[in-house]
């Protein structure tokens, strides 16, 4: 028999409805969308390599762009960037549709379409910079081009998170200082209590979009920034927004925005040299692509993916180990629990949330723990301090 987890008791706290079975429905096609997405990219991969269709597109390349090395790569990575958006166009557009099935989008269909353009716009030009860096340094480290990759793609991602908040959301999303001058000055002394340096706080205009809320502390050092969606600003009232921050804080206080940055130098460690050893293979064993050939890449592509997926519940798990850490931050930070809880419940409600995932689901897909073990577990604090 299943044990039952026992009804939460949160009298005074927020009520607790069961999930609502259309939030369970949303998610589960969610799930689908974005299983399939993947999959989809993968087969792309494979039958380019199975059927060797990547040589084709590589002669295609060469014959197009000439004999200069770096021209060619462009063209074949342009069509493999094509091809790839073009099959993930309809879980993209299943995605929108779904959002708006169930009443959380704000966006029209041209909005979506135009995001869509800078969204491919912005890989384009990163996918182009990281595969001519990545073949650049093949060519002139047969050997140990892998370890420089890393090193570099470490420092394009701290470089990344430091201007993302400046120059990437921006394109996307608009931002403006908070009016609320109380709030703000409110936030800003959390803020203070917690040692985080914060330039400015600002209100970030999600409803043109969607009807869910989020709040989050971004970028690093001179970009760091409180940003609050104007749904969670509707929603909620000072105290839970205050609740919302501390946590956010509690990531700053245990510097997990450090730490994740140490797991992901890591883990990418491991993913290089796996891509290494692919390569290697794919020039020695399978005698299909010399290592200079970039007709490799669908290889490359697919190892990366592969390993990520496989990495995934770990991370989760690490980053819902961050969230606890985080959480109880927030309930010490306010010496109560009452507003964490009543936000935890409207924005659940708002973003029609599955408080109570399967714990198979949780395991594999949630980077936070559901909202209900959030609730359970400040709940559970609550009682031990009163004790
Ligand atoms: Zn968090």
């Not at 060797?52 to 069509?79: E, K």
């Not at 890591?266 to 010399?290: E, M, P, Q, S």
């Not at 997926?309 to 985080?326: G, H, K, T, V, W």
Request: charge should be positive; hydrophobic fraction near 50%.
């Amino acid at each position: 028999m299943q044990p039952t987890t026992p009804r939460l008791d949160l009298s005074g706290t927020g009520a607790l409805p069961a999930d609502p079975a259309e939030a369970s429905r949303y998610h589960r096609i969610l799930r689908t969308i974005g299983v399939a997405d993947v999959l989809l990219g993968l087969a792309l991969m494979a039958v380019l390599l199975a059927a060797d269709w990547t040589s084709g597109i590589r002669n295609f390349a060469v014959g197009f762009a000439g004999d200069g090395h770096a021209a060619a790569l462009f063209v074949y990575t342009t069509i493999l960037l094509l091809l790839t958006k073009l099959l993930s166009l309809g879980p993209d557009y299943y995605s929108f549709l779904i959002e708006h099935r169930y009443r959380l989008s704000n966006q029209r269909l041209r909005g979506w379409a135009w995001d869509q353009c800078k969204e491919f716009g912005l890989t384009f030009v990163f996918g182009q910079a990281l595969v001519q860096m990545l073949y650049l340094l093949i060519r002139l480290q047969p050997q140990w081009w892998w370890v420089t990759c890393w090193i570099l793609f470490m420092l394009l991602s701290v470089l990344l998170a430091q201007l993302a908040p400046v120059l990437l959301f921006p394109l996307f999303f608009r931002f403006r200082s908070l009016d609320d001058k109380e709030l703000t000055a409110r936030l800003t002394r959390l803020s203070e209590q917690a040692g985080a340096k914060v330039r400015g706080v600002y209100e970030w205009n999600l409803s043109e979009k969607t009807k869910k809320a989020n709040a989050a502390l971004m970028g690093l050092g001179r970009t760091r920034r409180i940003v609050i969606s104007d749904t969670l600003l509707a929603a909620c009232n000072h105290d839970e927004i205050e609740a919302v921050l501390a946590h956010e804080l509690g990531h700053q206080v245990h510097r997990h925005m450090l730490k994740s940055i140490a797991m992901q130098g890591v883990i990418t460690f491991i993913g290089f040299w796996c891509l290494k050893l692919a390569v290697r293979w794919a020039a020695f064993d399978w005698k299909r692509y010399d290592q200079i050939d970039f007709a490799n890449l669908p290889l490359i592509i697919l190892v990366a993916t592969a390993i990520s997926l496989l990495l995934l519940p770990l991370m989760n798990a690490y980053s819902r180990f961050n969230e606890r850490q985080a959480d109880a931050y927030a309930w010490q930070t306010l010496g109560s629990v009452k507003a964490f809880c009543n936000a935890m419940e409207k924005l659940a409600a708002q973003n029609l949330s599955e408080r109570e995932p399967s714990r198979w689901v949780e395991i594999l897909f949630y980077s936070h723990p559901a909202p209900f073990r959030r609730m359970q577990a400040a709940v559970a604090w609550a009682t031990a301090r009163k004790a």
